[in-house]
């Protein structure tokens, strides 16, 4: 019998790692635009005019992937169960030495709050860019404000993307191989998605 139950499909990892992609390529071409202090990073695309095209289409591919990866995943991220609600009292186990054991399904609620944030921001995201992109369509004082939303909605995603990269990978061992080869080890499953195990496997242990 394997050791391994599938997370992701081969489809639904090719479309997280497009949404990873561009969202870095967003990154280093944005940081030069947000300050003068990251100019240097135009470098790296063969100058500032290459870096604002480049960030315009990775833009594009961010907005329609990042909602595509949502709407595949909705149903696992938009409620909370009863297993949910203890997890958010306890913290997530997270703030105690002890370990917690807690009835959680696919996602815990720090992943759906994750990726219910990370949906809200590619809106704000790519309706404000839409504003900064095409200004003379539209009055100064929302083209200001949203040149405004548009960096704190960046500064906010970097901080919840920092604390997703180091949860899923150096944070919770064994996490990024659902990312790369699809399965996680059923030891790993009944750990941190014990309701989501025996649902796959019809298995308590
Ligand atoms: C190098 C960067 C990244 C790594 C290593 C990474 C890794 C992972 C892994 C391993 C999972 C599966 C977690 C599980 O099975 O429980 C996951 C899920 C997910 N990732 Fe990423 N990811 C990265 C970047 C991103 C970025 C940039 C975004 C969006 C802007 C993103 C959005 C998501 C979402 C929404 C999920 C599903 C919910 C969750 O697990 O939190 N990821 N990621």
Known sequence: MSDYVERFRTSERILHWVVTCSFFTLLLTGLGLFSKLFHGYFGLFGGGQNAIMIHKISGVIFFFSSLYMFFNHKKDVSSFDDGDWVWIRKYGGYLTRYG???DIGKYNPGQKMFA?????????LGVTGLFIWFPAFFPRWIVQLSL???SLM???SIMFVVVHVYLATIGNPGTIEAMLYGDVR???????HPKWYKEMTGENR
């Open 100 to 102: 917690n054991h807690f």
């Open 116 to 124: 219910v944030f990370i949906a809200a921001a590619t809106v704000a």
């Open 148 to 150: 405004l939303f548009h």
């Open 154 to 156: 960046f500064i906010g």
């Open 186 to 192: 059923k030891l790993w499953a009944r750990k941190h």
